[in-house]
């Protein structure tokens, strides 16, 4: 029986896509040398199911490059909450264009800090849109004393541990892990 | 909201994988002749629900965990396509006629309403070639991803996946209706006319031309699709094989190294200069911000980077978003965006 994904091959091994395998990639030295040392990608020690998604999806240098951007990283934890099987799948090289939709999904541009979200959602009357680089729209609510971030399905995500700055942009530490659909 | 993408690998993910199933846990740039001289230059997951009807015509996975994390893919054959509709999706990422002249928010949505009508009729086409769709309900922004099954700028019709018959148009003459058709939006800066190019659009395409004959030098996919990257691993389409990372980026990803770069729908990927293979996304932008445009209603949080903090701070008179290597202004009232005041990549 063929399955969806192979027929996603068929595409795709047209562009000598599918069981590639990508040699592994740094960022430029120009880039390398603005972001400096302590990027978004040497600050995901604790994110270490985050850090292998970014790796497979091949968004390592955009963590290590001037960007800026703020990344809402999903513990680990919030990965284990996800069907059984689903971030395998992901991860899987037939994966990569969903892996890395997710992913983007969770990247914003420019430094947006925790206050800054609380001060749109004040000004947005308890709520505030957020861009995600992506092309989605996370929305960010108070909860108690802190901030939730929800996709468009309503998948909720607390930010754990905010604004931790690092050269190319600020991480927020969140409990799940968001979907760019409903 | 309903957003529309080919299964390829959509699919995957719900369906490659029967455990889901079962468990019930849980821009683009640069075509043509090479040009020597630039080219130096909700936790838990519990109910997995698989539905299947219309002998196939219909599948729908969907995922839904501790009452708030769903992905739902529905995927449809046959004439049942609904319209799609951007919902929320508040960016004027508007093309060639569509272009959104300073109009609010309602004219933003009209024009991405015909933008995804356009979106529709190549799905519909894709349909009756017998290619499977993928729907992706979304009140939101939407997830498209592979639309027509292919990265951006590849034909969704025969042969599939393979490079659009526009390329063929390198090396001619630029249609004179597409003559006039300026960049707009973050394309204004992204790709500057100088001396010896300029750029026009013609909604799907931009072309570089060359001054010097008025001939098309290159082009560049405008697929402005969401979550549309190319896989790394996957070869960059030889038809768009050329130097096309936008102003901004050149520093950090020149030409001429050990390693091409290219910008492709909101990526600037590295690729392998001798196997072609992409090897890394360096870089994403989001494209969403334009000198003339209304400011994103999703664009409410200040993001300007750091250090800049001191410099541009939110006032009654202007506000300042940081968008893809520039920082722009914007009036409070009108909510226009009014200047790119610093690049700052």
Same mark, same amino acid.
């Given at each position: 029986m063929i399955k969806p994904w192979m027929l996603g091959c068929v595409a795709a091994l047209a562009l000598g896509a599918c069981g590639k395998q990508s040699e592994p990639a740094a960022t430029s030295e120009p880039a390398a040398e603005r972001a400096g040392d302590k990027t978004l990608a040497t600050g995901l020690a604790k994110n270490a199911k985050l850090a292998a998604a970014v790796k497979a999806a091949g968004l390592e240098a955009t963590l290590a490059g001037p960007g800026p951007y703020t990344l809402i990283a999903p513990s680990d934890a919030a990965f284990e909450k996800l069907p059984a099987g689903a971030l395998d799948t992901l991860m899987k090289p037939e994966g990569r264009a969903e892996l890395t939709a997710v992913l983007t999904h969770h990247i914003l541009p420019g430094t947006i800090l925790a206050a800054d979200i609380g001060k749109a959602i004040d000004a947005g009357g308890g709520k505030a849109l957020i861009a995600t680089i992506g092309g989605g729209t996370l929305t960010a609510t108070r909860e108690g004393a802190g901030i939730l971030l929800a996709d468009a399905a309503g998948t909720r995500a607390m930010v754990t541990a905010a604004d931790q700055q690092r050269s190319n942009g600020v991480i927020h530490q969140v409990d799940s892990v968001l979907m760019p659909t409903q | 909201m309903v957003k529309w993408i080919l299964a390829a690998g959509a699919a995957a993910l719900a369906i490659s994988t029967p455990s889901l199933a079962q468990q019930g846990g849980g821009n683009k740039g640069g075509g043509g002749k090479p040009d020597k001289a630039?080219?130096?230059?909700?936790?838990?997951?519990?109910?997995?629900?698989?539905?299947?009807?219309?002998?196939?015509?219909?599948?729908?996975?969907?995922?839904?965990?501790?009452?708030?994390?769903?992905?739902?893919?529905?995927?449809?054959?046959?004439?049942? =396509?609904?319209?799609?509709?951007?919902?929320?999706?508040?960016?004027?990422?508007?093309?060639?006629?569509?272009?959104?002249?300073?109009?609010?928010?309602?004219?933003?949505?009209?024009?991405?309403?015909?933008?995804?009508?356009?979106?529709?009729?190549? =799905?519909?086409?894709?349909?009756?070639?017998?290619?499977? &769709?993928?729907?992706?309900?979304?009140?939101?922004?939407?997830?498209?991803?592979?639309?027509?099954?292919?990265?951006?700028?590849?034909?969704?019709?025969?042969?599939?996946?393979? @490079?659009?018959?526009? $390329?063929?148009?390198?090396?001619?003459?630029?249609?004179?209706?597409?003559?006039?058709? #300026?960049?707009?939006?973050?394309?204004?800066?992204?790709?500057?006319?100088?001396?010896?190019?300029?750029?026009?659009?013609?909604?799907?395409?931009?072309?570089?031309?060359?001054?010097?004959?008025? &001939?098309?030098?290159?082009?560049?996919?405008?697929?402005?699709?969401? $979550?549309?990257?190319? *896989?790394?691993? #996957?070869?960059? @389409?030889?038809? $768009?094989?050329?130097?096309?990372?936008?102003?901004?980026?050149?520093?950090?990803?020149?030409?001429?190294?050990?390693?091409?770069?290219?910008?492709?729908?909101?990526?600037?990927?590295?690729?392998? *200069?001798?196997?072609? +293979?992409?090897?890394?996304?360096?870089?994403?932008? +989001?494209?969403?911000?334009?000198?003339?445009?209304?400011? @994103?209603?999703?664009?409410?949080?200040?993001?300007?980077?750091?250090?800049?903090?001191?410099?541009?701070?939110?006032?009654?008179?202007?506000m300042y978003r940081y968008n893809d290597g520039y920082i722009y202004r914007a009036d409070p009232k009108t909510q226009l965006i009014t200047a790119v005041i610093d690049a700052i990549v």
């Open positions: - | 630039e080219r130096g230059g909700g936790g838990g997951g519990k109910p997995v629900r698989v539905e299947q009807q219309g002998g196939g015509k219909q599948v729908r996975v969907e995922q839904r965990g501790g009452g708030n994390q769903q992905l739902r893919v529905d995927r449809k054959g046959g004439d049942t =396509l609904r319209s799609a509709d951007k919902g929320e999706r508040m960016v004027a990422r508007s093309k060639g006629d569509d272009r959104i002249k300073g109009g609010g928010k309602d004219s933003v949505r009209s024009a991405e309403r015909r933008s995804d009508d356009r979106d529709l009729r190549n =799905l519909d086409r894709d349909d009756v070639d017998g290619r499977r &769709l993928v729907r992706f309900d979304d009140d939101d922004r939407g997830f498209r991803g592979l639309v027509g099954g292919c990265p951006p700028g590849l034909s969704k019709n025969p042969p599939f996946c393979m @490079p659009s018959g526009q $390329f063929k148009k390198i090396g001619s003459v630029l249609p004179a209706a597409f003559s006039s058709r #300026m960049l707009d939006g973050p394309f204004q800066q992204w790709y500057r006319d100088d001396d010896r190019f300029f750029y026009r659009n013609d909604g799907d395409y931009i072309y570089r031309v060359n001054r010097d004959g008025g &001939l098309i030098d290159a082009l560049f996919p405008l697929a402005d699709r969401d $979550f549309s990257y190319y *896989p790394i691993g #996957m070869n960059y @389409p030889s038809e $768009f094989d050329q130097y096309n990372v936008p102003y901004q980026y050149r520093s950090f990803y020149p030409e001429g190294g050990a390693y091409d770069y290219r910008y492709g729908d909101g990526a600037i990927y590295q690729v392998n *200069p001798s196997t072609n +293979a992409i090897q890394s996304i360096v870089a994403l932008l +989001a494209g969403d911000l334009g000198v003339g445009q209304p400011m @994103p209603l999703n664009y409410g949080a200040y993001n300007v980077p750091i250090d800049y903090r001191d410099r541009y701070y939110d006032t009654p008179d202007a």
